[in-house]
């Protein structure tokens, strides 16, 4: 948008001077001509289709001797209306259906009164495109340009870009045009990705930084440089200063740079330069020395996590083996644990056989009947009753008296122990069931203790395999709680 021109015209010569532009903060609320009179100056409002914005006044008028022509316009006019660049207006311009052959194009707005762009779009289907123009429209943010990577000019003046930004793929661009918008800052990044710029226009725009324009420095190719009409152009010196560091400029501001000027920037500024120059040699060198006990540091405590890790390494080897060995310590017990109870269960399996045999002993004993002892005076009486019960211990009873009884408490006195053969026998045998029942109980009660021994075996095993498994436990907390340790660290 242009602001308000003020105008003089002299009649007589038919010369027109322009002035600058006049503050937006005139008390005048609108375009006005001042014509003088003989009382006084009467303001005449001009009407639009006197007035062109785009033109400064020409009004002569040979009866008066001078004439003030005087506009004034906002800045933030309304805007007539938007555009918006579509596939359909690129092909009408171009004249091309495929895109992809499109090397130009120009989408600026020339004439007063025209719907301006606002958004940089549908671009993308012109890969091949070398020359952009979208100047004097109302462009607020460089975007999707990314796949212009052959863009060599770029034209957007005129608009009311703020930031130079989304133009960092394009590394064969070679004239970029941002002049007339409201850019403050040159980004770091620039001169990084733009290294085939030769031509940068940044005039009417609000840099106020010279150490932004001398970011450029690293532009080797760039040769014409526009930076008037910025806040910084008003800065003593910005010329030979920007004319020293940027050595590469031939023109400076549309006008070229001479060799007497750069002559006066090396005299001006050499010194500065050399005394910046020490200055960052001494924080260079300060850096370094500071990077040097930082490194230092980092060498030492890496070697103190060495050590630790070292020691760890260590006390995990010996964890492991302590916990092979223990591992072997369980299977060991464990197969003595299951020996001992193979052995409890057969020392079981016996005593329930002898309480068996026990049982069926004493059965015997009370169903058998008294041996037959003949008595030669009854011989020819019937024969003696016999119990029909038949024992099923493994060794048969001959015994018809228990622990020592008399044997026919109600046979008679003639028959002696001299004259009845058969009850020395008898005798022989009850004394060889008791010896024999004797063996057997204390075979018994050995088994019983056995048996207890066994179960205290058993008990004793259980808890050192719970102790164990209890270290176990512990070891594999304090090792989880090491990882942790060791990792925050």
């Known amino acids: 948008m242009k602001k308000g021109v003020t105008q003089r015209i002299l009649p007589r010569t038919g010369t027109k001077t322009s002035s600058r532009t006049q503050s937006l903060g005139s008390p005048l609320s609108g375009p006005y001509i001042l014509t003088p009179s003989p009382s006084r100056l009467l303001p005449r409002r001009i009407t639009n289709s006197e007035l062109d914005s785009n033109h400064l006044l020409d009004i002569c008028d040979g009866n008066e001797d001078w004439l003030l022509a005087e506009t004034v316009t906002n800045q933030d006019e309304r805007i007539q209306g938007i555009r918006y660049i579509t596939v359909d207006l690129i092909s009408k311009l171009t004249k091309q259906d495929n895109l992809a052959f499109v090397r130009s194009l120009n989408l600026a707005i020339t004439k007063s009164g025209e719907k301006k762009f606002k958004f940089i779009e549908n671009l993308e289907k012109c890969e091949r495109l070398q020359v952009l123009n979208i100047s004097h429209n109302v462009i607020e943010k460089i975007e999707k340009l990314e796949k212009l990577n052959k863009l060599r000019e770029l034209h957007l003046c005129n608009n009311r870009i703020s930031k130079i930004e989304g133009l960092e793929h394009m590394a064969n661009l070679q004239l970029l045009n941002l002049s007339s918008n409201n850019i403050e800052h040159v980004p770091m990044w620039l001169p990084k990705k733009l290294r085939s710029l030769r031509t940068l226009n940044l005039q009417q725009n609000k840099i106020s930084s010279l150490q932004d324009v001398s970011r450029l420095k690293p532009l080797k190719n760039l040769i014409e440089l526009s930076v008037a009409e910025n806040p910084v152009s008003n800065l003593p010196h910005y010329r030979l200063f920007l004319v020293f560091h940027l050595r590469s400029l031939e023109t400076l501001d549309e006008q070229p740079i001479s060799q007497e000027e750069r002559d006066q920037a090396h005299q001006r500024f050499h010194m500065e330069e050399i005394e910046r120059l020490e200055q960052d040699l001494e924080f260079c060198m300060a850096e370094m020395d500071r990077l040097q006990r930082e490194k230092a540091a980092a060498v030492e405590e890496l070697e103190r996590q060495e050590r630790l890790l070292e020691l760890q390494h260590l006390k995990s080897l010996q964890d492991q083996q302590y916990q092979t060995q223990q591992k072997q ?35 015997d004993a009370k169903f058998e009947p008294y041996p037959y002892y003949p ?41 002696t122990e001299r004259d009845n053969p058969r009850q020395d026998l008898c005798t022989a045998s009850f004394l060889d069931w008791s010896l024999e029942h004797n063996k057997a109980e204390e075979h018994l009660q050995q088994l019983h203790r056995e048996i207890e021994e066994a179960e205290q075996q058993v008990l004793r095993a259980g808890e050192e395999l719970r102790l164990f498994e209890d270290t176990l436990s512990q070891k594999k907390v304090r090792d989880t709680n090491l990882s942790l340790l060791l990792s925050t660290s």
């Open 375 to 415: 008595d030669h005076e009854l011989e020819a009486s019937s024969s003696p009753g016999e119990s029909a019960y038949i024992g099923k211990a493994q060794h048969k009873r001959n015994l018809v008296v228990l622990d020592g009884t008399q044997i026919h408490q109600g046979a008679s006195a003639v028959h």
């Open 329 to 363: 310590e369980l299977d060991t017990k464990t197969e003595l644990l299951k020996q001992k109870t193979l052995e409890l269960t057969r020392a079981c399996q016996k005593q329930y056989e002898l309480e068996q045999e026990l049982a069926f002993q004493k059965i």
